[in-house]
């Protein structure tokens, strides 16, 4: 089993950046983690992926420019980040963290964490 556990989403004005970050503990072999995202009404969109073996990154063409995802270089932990700049109302969603054998691939969540870009 895998435990995700996201943190830093909050409230933020237009414009601001914010910063989440996913810790992924457990016996299970991960090796890569995702981020997705569920705006009220909406389907789940996947924003960006990391590789933790070889840090490939992959992301959904209209995130590229103000999403970042990383990962911690310290071997101890699996935690990676996710940047998010220049904010906007479209943005508010719960964001997930997903974990699974690659990219593309999930089969462990997190339980989310509420972002909430204001006008």
């Known amino acids: 089993q895998v435990q995700l556990t996201e943190s830093g989403g909050g409230l933020v004005q237009s414009g601001n950046s914010l910063t989440l970050s996913c810790q992924a503990s457990?016996?299970?072999?991960?090796?890569?983690l995702g981020w997705f995202r569920q705006a009220p009404g909406k389907e789940r969109e996947l924003l960006a992926a990391?590789?933790?073996?070889?840090?490939?990154?992959?992301?959904a063409e209209s995130m590229k420019a103000r999403f970042t995802i990383s990962k911690d270089n310290d071997k101890n932990t699996n935690t990676v980040y996710l940047q998010m700049i220049d904010l906007k109302p479209e943005d508010t969603a719960v964001y997930y963290c997903?974990?699974?054998?690659?990219?593309?691939?999930?089969?462990?969540w997190g339980q989310g964490t509420q972002v909430t870009v204001s006008s």
């Open positions: 997903a974990a699974g054998p690659n990219i593309g691939l999930y089969y462990y």
């Open positions: 457990g016996r299970t072999l991960i090796t890569a």
């Open positions: 990391i590789s933790l073996t070889d840090d490939k990154t992959s992301y």
